[in-house]
């Protein structure tokens, strides 16, 4: 059984900064590309950030410059650090990951339930 959790939400001002974390739990091998996306009320799922295996990294327009996107391998936990927060921001971000099980040949991807952001004065 594989788990991914995020953590980190809440209510903050515009402006403000907020840390979310996405820790993958369970029987891994191996994790590759860490997500996180997010889907505001009556809104489509959006992809907000991507970071490979390797590190690298890709953002969409919208957050670029004030988001980004890290993982700490050893924890098998990546980080979404949000800064200068905008009211348009405000969204449930849930975090997907590309996960090997042990034991299980190929990659599946796994999904968390979310954290829920507001951004709002």
């Known amino acids: 059984q594989v788990q991914l959790v995020e953590s980190g939400g809440g209510l903050v001002q515009p402006g403000g900064s907020l840390r979310l974390s996405c820790a993958a739990s369970?029987?891994?091998?191996?994790?590759?590309?860490m997500n996180w996306y997010r889907q505001a009320p009556e809104k489509q799922r959006e992809l907000v950030a991507t970071?490979?295996?390797?590190?690298?990294?890709n953002y969409a327009d919208s957050v670029k410059g004030r988001f980004t996107i890290s993982r700490d391998n050893a924890k098998n936990t990546a980080y979404l650090q949000m800064n200068s927060l905008k009211v348009e921001d405000t969204a449930v971000y849930y975090c997907?990951?590309?996960?090997?099980?042990?034991?299980?040949?190929?990659?599946?991807?796994?999904w968390g339930k979310g954290t829920l952001v507001t951004v709002s004065s």
């Open positions: 997907n990951a590309r996960i090997r099980k042990a034991g299980v040949l190929g990659y599946g991807v796994e």
């Open positions: 970071i490979s295996g390797g590190g690298n990294t």
């Open positions: 369970g029987s891994i091998d191996s994790i590759g590309s």
